[in-house]
Nanobody, 123 residues
Framework: QVQLVESGGGSAQAGGSLRLSCEVS????????MGWFRQAPGKEREFVAA??????YYADAVTGRFTVSRDGAGSAVYLQMNDLKPEDTAVYYC??????????????????WGQGTQVTVSS
């Protein structure tokens, strides 16, 4: 059974940094997409960043501020978030997409999900 567990969320001041981690058990996904989505209160879940052998992909809102990375075995994915803004406040979810990545990325196409971790950015 595949399980994804996020950690590293918390609170930060605007302009600060946080690093999210996601550990995967029950499978390895070195050839698949691994990434992050977020969901703010009252809003739909939205794509943040993804990484695959073909490259790294970012939402416009985080380009230049966030960096996605992974371990070589496909058992962990990370999100370094710098220059945080209050609008980054959300629950962040890591996810795995088997096969081809499609953009814009739809949460419905991603197969495995973590339980989410809260990120709160104050001004």
């Amino acid at each position: 059974q595949v399980q994804l567990v996020e950690s590293g969320g918390g609170s930060a001041q605007a302009g600060g940094s946080l690093r999210l981690s996601c550990e995967v058990s029950g499978g390895t996904f070195s050839n698949d997409g691994m990434g992050w989505f977020r969901q703010a209160p009252g809003k739909e879940r939205e794509f943040v960043a993804a990484i695959k052998m073909t490259g790294r992909y970012y939402a416009d809102a985080v380009t230049g501020r966030f960096t996605v990375s992974r371990d070589g075995a496909g058992s962990a994915v990370y999100l370094q978030m710098n220059d945080l803004k209050p609008e980054d406040t959300a629950v962040y979810y890591c996810a795995v997409k088997i096969g081809i990545l499609h953009f814009p990325a739809s949460p419905h196409e991603w197969e495995y999900w973590g339980q989410g971790t809260q990120v709160t950015v104050s001004s």
